[in-house]
């Protein structure tokens, strides 16, 4: 079994739609949550990471991590085309070199 | 802003070439790390560095080499390019305090032919 487990889409929406992404994984000494964003032949981007449970928000980006069922969720609002992209969920352990990524999932926006 | 800078964008190579690609980043982070990406196979990390000088195996070493002579910079060295060695090779850097938070570059696609 994968320590992360992503569904890879893919995932087609309507412009404004609400877009949920979600990752699973196995290990609870996990406490640092990331998402990336990748577009087309570029390396993977940033957009939010938390550390241990609960929620963070960034303008349309809401993250969300759900300890007790081992759930992390990237939300996304009024989507938009721009937001067509691969997004990988990533975690890690306090202290660790270790990353543990998903395997992404590709989301298409349609206008 | 963060900022790691993979030297090409774009290579191509003949099998049985001697190929590096060079990472620069600009925030004195202490780790670099070099992972493969490939279609349905997800991010695979090759080697990383913990500080100038050390390094240790991923989870894919064989077939590559690196160097980290400078903080700064993180070679990745392919001996003898093999054809299934095509790939999207990407370089991160991240803090040691926190939780590892890496930073990408754009990414080098290598064509081996």
């Known amino acids: 079994q994968k320590e992360v487990e992503q569904d890879p889409g893919p995932l087609s929406v309507p412009e404004g739609a609400i877009v949920s992404l979600n990752c699973t994984y196995s290990n609870s000494a996990f406490q640092y949550f990331m998402w990336y964003r990748q577009y087309s032949r570029k390396g993977p981007e940033l957009l939010m990471y938390t550390y241990s449970s609960g929620n963070k928000e960034d303008g349309r980006f809401t993250a969300q991590v759900d300890k007790s069922s081992k759930y992390i969720s990237l939300f996304i609002r009024d989507s938009q085309p721009s937001d067509s992209a691969t997004y990988l969920c990533a975690m890690s352990k306090t202290g660790a070199n270790n990353l543990f990524f998903g395997t992404g999932t590709r989301l298409t926006v349609i206008p | 802003d963060v900022k790691v800078t993979q030297s090409s964008r774009y290579l191509v190579k003949r099998t049985g070439e001697k190929v590096f690609l060079e990472c620069v980043q600009d925030?004195?982070?202490?780790?670099m790390f070099w992972y493969r990406q490939d279609p349905g196979l997800g991010l695979r990390l090759i080697y990383f560095s913990y500080d100038v000088k050390m390094k240790e195996k991923g989870d894919i070493p064989e077939g590559y080499s690196v160097s980290r002579e400078k903080k700064e910079r993180f070679s990745l060295i392919l001996e003898s390019a093999s054809t299934n060695q095509t790939s999207m090779y990407l370089c991160?850097?991240?803090?040691?305090?926190?939780?590892?938070?890496?930073?990408f570059g754009a990414g080098t696609r290598l064509s081996v032919l």
């Open positions: 991160a850097s991240s803090s040691r305090i926190g939780g590892n938070i890496q930073y």
């Open positions: 925030m004195d982070h202490e780790n």
